[in-house]
Every structure is written in C-alpha cells, then in structure tokens.
C-alpha cells in the first residue's frame, strides 16, 4: 500500500520516538503501531513491519550504550539465548493464536513489572540477605533459573506483539540482578534487539510486510537510538525507575482502551 507524504512523515516520525524510548525504557511499539494502523494496514501486517522496522533502533542503541555493556558478555550470552527462544516462540504464536486471549493478560503483565520496577531495590535487597544468610555471597550472576525462565516467557510475549518488552525485562532483571540499573537497560538493548530481530526473520518467510513502513521505521529507530542513549544514560537510579512506571502505566491504559 503506497503511503501518502503525511502518512510517510508520521511513520518515520514515529519511528524517532519509538527508537528514543526503546532505547530510554521501552514501549516504542505504542507509539508505532497505532500510526501504521492508521494509515490503513492490517493489524498483523503492522505488527510485522514494526518488529523489522525497530531492530535497527535497538541496534543503534545498544551501540549507544556500549560503555555500560563492558563486563557482562557472559551474562549477555545467557540471557540471550533464552530470548531468542523466547521470541522465535512468540513470533510462531502470533500467526496461530487469536489475539483476543493473549492480549487480555499483557496489561497484567506490565502490571507486575512496574510493581516489580519500584519495589525493585527492596526486593534486590532482601534476595541478597536471604542468600548471604545461607551461605552464599549474593545474588547469582543471572539471576538464576527464576530470571533464565521470566526472561524466557518475555522474550515470547516481545516475540508477539513487545508492548512495554523493555518495561519488563528492567522489572525482573532489577529485581534478581545485583547491578546498576544503567548497566541493565544496556543489556535490555541487546536483548530486544535479539527478540525483535529473531522475530523479523520468522516473518520474512511467513508474513506479508509493507516495506516503505519497514524502510521508514527503520532509519527513524536508528536516529532515536542516539537520541535515547544520550538521553537515557545520564538519568539517575531514581528518575529512570519513575520514568519506566510512567511509560508503564500509559502503555497499560492505551492496552485497555484499543
């Protein structure tokens, strides 16, 4: 479908905003999607063009983040792997499953994530008394299989639609990880440019894209990855947790009312 020259500059607007806030906290994708809706595609041809369209975004953004990647190979490579998993799992989803169900849980599923954003020092704090108290020296490198299985089941719902993905992945891995919520949101980079590029792949052979979408989304995500890192890294602890609960709740209203 050929876009008009407004449709064509709200898209590759779009893609600016979603690329910065992927890269800042997540949920690009609510910016994006409900643009290429409304320039007349197909809720499915959308969601395919969007997930191809945002890999260079968080491309770009973990490569803006590459001070804070040092250091976490070996957990990159774990958490990775379980994500790619995750999100081929949800791509094969979103072409067999109707999405009435799915998307009925996805507002609870952000819901948690910010509970467990903010209670995340908390939260961290008593997992590592808990384990200093039986012997151990604290929280395990990757959070152990609680965090390899959360990130699993993710990965899968970012795979399939990725909505406030990032939202959920800083929750877990705030809550199970002894790490800089910085580091973190770099790692967050890498791990939903694994899912979505795993995804896109899937939909290459299975899915109809529209590719001026595709093409649009693509160079704005790539600009607003700079913008965000630049943004993003010189936040504090405190202001990056209250503006992934801010994001979080816009995400879970805008859900409730599609």
């Known amino acids: ?21 992927n890269t800042i906290v997540g949920s690009g994708t609510l910016i994006t999607f ?10 499915v041809t959308a969601n395919v063009s969007n997930t191809l369209g945002l890999v260079p975004g968080s491309i770009s953004g973990a490569i803006g983040y590459r001070k804070e990647l040092k250091g976490q190979g070996a957990r990159i490579l774990r958490l ?19 999405s009435d169900s ?15 954003v903010v209670l995340q020092p908390r939260i961290a704090a008593s997992v590592r008394r808990r384990q200093e108290a039986a012997g151990g020296d604290g929280p395990h490198p990757d959070g152990g299989p609680v965090l390899l299985t959360g990130m699993t089941l ?10 406030a993905q990032g939202v959920i992945y800083l929750g877990l891995m705030g809550s199970l990880l002894r ?3 910085q580091r973190l949101n ?18 290459l052979f299975v899915a109809d894209f529209d590719w001026t979408a595709v093409l649009l989304i693509a160079v704005g995500s790539t600009l607003g990855g700079q913008i965000g890192a630049k943004v993003g890294r010189r936040l504090p602890p405190a202001a990056l947790r209250a503006l992934i609960v801010v994001v979080g709740l816009v995400a879970i209203v805008q859900l409730l009312l599609r």
């Open 34 to 43: 409900p643009v290429l809706l409304a320039t007349g595609l197909s809720p």
């Open 179 to 181: 790490e800089d919520m």
């Open 154 to 163: 993710a990965s899968a719902y970012g795979g399939y639609f990725g909505a």
């Open 80 to 98: 990775g792997a379980v994500s790619l998993v995750g999100g081929l799992a949800g791509a094969v989803l979103l072409l067999n499953l109707p």
């Open 1 to 21: 479908m050929a876009l008009s020259i407004w449709e064509a500059l709200a898209v590759f607007a779009a893609g600016i905003g979603a690329g910065t806030i």
């Open 186 to 203: 770099a790692v967050k980079n890498i791990l939903a440019a694994l899912v979505n590029g795993v995804a896109a792949v899937f939909f």
């Open 102 to 116: 799915f998307n009925m849980i996805v507002p609870v599923l952000i819901g948690i994530a910010l509970v467990l």
